[in-house]
């Protein structure tokens, strides 16, 4: 992958739970203040993830069950699950599937589902 661009109609509702998320699992924050309508965030492997307040964006906000994204998965050392899972709700987050953690993705790996105020959907899988 070299790169996702998610848009949202809201910058300033969204990307608190990112700037928390994405450092927290290892993605730096390369913002650039000249560039208020969005924000960026790399990996050590190169790919980034850039979210934007596009002015194109078209009205009705982000809807996971929609045809399109339904979800980020993204790799994280095992012992970080549980750390994440007992602070994501003080950062805009809420669990999914709280009730089959940590095997709601089955019992291949084990992982957690969380969603934002804007209905964005990340997997944090163990690996």
Known sequence: MHHIELWTDDLA???????????????LAEHDPAWPAGRVWRHASGAYLVLEQSPAVTPGGHDRMRPGLNHLAFRVPPGLLTEVRREAPHHGWRELFAERYPWANGNESRALFLENGQGFEVELVAA
């Open 13 to 27: 509702g969204c990307a608190p739970s990112l700037d928390w998320l994405l450092p927290r699992i290892g993605w």
